[in-house]
Each structure stands twice: as structure tokens, then as C-alpha cells.
């Protein structure tokens, strides 16, 4: 049995399958299938896991830059997905060279002291299969830089329209100084709150 898509969810559920995403196997019936991710012109796509060179104690209410390292044999650009366990830590998508060091940001916006363990899987690299070099049918994106909130403007009308609500039903119990810190956050992470 060799198919190169997953079949449903029900399916899988029916016939009892494991998916183990690990070693990309599946098991059926007590029987261990290989599995490979494939794009869509059937090319196997290269996949591996981003590390921790060192262990990392991120103070609160701070960002660390830093170089993580990949292992795998990527030959083209790749593109880096944060996991979902960094203990509150915020990191971006990131888009780098394959070169086995990548240029990652954390940033703690908690009241604690976050550390993570040297070798900690903090995402996963994917091999860029195309880029598209013609971007006039893609749609435009606004870019509010931070900058503007330092020179005296209407905070207001630094916040996209559709997080204005939220942030002036925030603010109500916030000094103009907080106010002015949770509209930093809404237009540097406006990407998130969309």
C-alpha cells in the first residue's frame, strides 16, 4: 500500500491508522508504512526541526536576537514556522538562506523569566519550493511602523481600523504612557491580531 496523499480523518479513524509525524510513518493494522510529505509536483519536500544551540533565559517584558541552528540538507531558501511550546515566548515566521544558522527573534511579554533548554525545538524548517517573482496580482500589505507612535502623532491612527475598538475599550484603566505601550504591541504584532 503506497499512496502519496493522507486519506480522510474518518478513514483514518475507521481503519484504527497512526500517524507518527516524527519518523513519518504510518501504522495500519500493526503494519509500519513510510510516509513523505510531497508538494504539489510530487517532489518530496525537506523538512527538519530548529534548535537551541545554548540554553536561553529570556528576561520579562524583553526580545532576544539569536542564531538557532538546522540540520538537513536544503538547498534552497527555507522558511521557519514557530512550535507552539515556547512557555510564552513570541516568535515570528521567518524567511532565511539555507545556510545551518537562522536568524530567530523571541520576544517574552509576560512578568517572568522564560528559560528554554539548549537543544529545544523552537520550530520547524521547510524548504522553499517556489518563489514567485511577479507580485503585481498579489494584494498589498500596510506596514504601520512603530516609529510613528514615538513622534507625537494620534495614537489612534497608528492602529489598523479593524483593532480601534479593541484598543480603546483596553485603554479605559491604562496611563497614557500604558495606552501608548499596548499600541506598539497592536502594530507590531497587527499580523496576529488580524
Sequence with gaps: MEDPVILGLDVLQHIKAVINLVDLTIT???????????????????????????????????????QAKWSGDCENDIFVQPTTNLKGLLMPNILSTAEHQVPVSLRNVTDKYITLKKNCNIGTAMEVAEVIEDAED?????????????????????????????????????????????????????????
Aim: with cysteine; hydrophobic share 40%; aromatic share 4%.
Design 28 to 66: 495500519v493494522d500493526g503494519e509500519k508504512l513510510a510516509a513523505a510529505v510531497l508538494n504539489v509536483k510530487n517532489d518530496k519536500i525537506k523538512i527538519c526541526r530548529v534548535k537551541l544551540g545554548k540554553d536561553l533565559i529570556v528576561p520579562p517584558q524583553s526580545q532576544v536576537h539569536l
Design 138 to 194: 498579489c494584494p498589498t500589505l500596510t506596514v504601520r511602523k512603530l516609529e510613528q507612535l514615538d513622534s507625537g502623532k494620534d495614537i489612534l491612527s497608528c492602529i489598523l481600523e479593524h483593532l480601534q475598538d479593541m484598543f480603546m475599550k483596553s485603554k479605559k484603566n491604562l496611563s497614557y504612557d500604558q495606552s501608548r505601550e499596548l499600541a506598539k504591541l497592536l502594530v507590531q504584532f497587527q499580523d496576529i491580531f488580524a
